[in-house]
């Protein structure tokens, strides 16, 4: 009876040792790398649909470094164009016929804020939220800027460059003529 039983115990270890059994793991074990005779290992011989998933593997990781890149810029513009829309849109309310003048005192002195570089971009959202409320983006939907509003202020920017182009000239011109009268003086 001994006999018996130490055969089959022999047997069912020779059964487990070998790789005939066709669970995920002993094939993923049988599959992961080949020693050599040497000792040496091999790179593992991958099937097809393990090759396709280590591909997919790597697409999404680099999807996901490029995402997270680009949403740390969107972040950026997205401020800055909800601060532009803020800017446009109290000044567009101190141009309208009907505001008071508290009002567009008011308004001034926010945009003043928004505008400054002495306050940081989280103060300045703070305020966006406070003027406009929570769903800034939903209301720059509703209310686009207009058309209109980015024409005039090219006009007044070539204004102004105009303006400062013509100081500028006066004084160099103001600058020559003041040394011209002290060297006919001399």
């Known amino acids: 009876m001994n006999d018996l039983h130490d055969h ?16 995920p793991t002993a094939v993923d074990a049988a599959t992961a790398t080949q020693v050599d005779v040497a000792g040496a290992t091999d790179k593992p011989k991958l099937t097809k649909n393990q090759k396709k998933r280590l591909k997919e593997k790597e697409k999404k990781q680099q999807a996901k470094t490029e995402v997270a890149a680009d949403d740390q810029l969107d972040e950026e513009t997205k401020y800055q164009r909800q601060l532009e829309w803020a800017i446009a849109q109290l000044d567009l309310g101190t141009q309208r016929r009907d505001a008071t003048k508290e009002q567009i005192e008011e308004a001034q002195s926010v945009i003043r804020k928004l505008k400054s570089k002495k306050n940081t971009d989280v103060q300045k959202a703070h305020l966006m939220h406070v003027v406009f409320g ?53």
């Open 134 to 186: 929570g769903k800034l983006e939903k209301k720059m939907k509703e209310m686009p800027i207009p058309e209109s509003y980015y024409e005039e202020k090219a006009k007044q920017e070539e204004e102004k460059l105009k303006l400062e182009q013509e100081k500028q000239q006066a004084l160099e011109s103001n600058t020559t003529t003041t040394t011209t009268d002290d060297t006919n003086k001399n």
């Open 8 to 23: 089959i115990l022999k047997t069912t270890n020779i059964m487990n040792t070998d790789n005939t059994t066709t669970t």
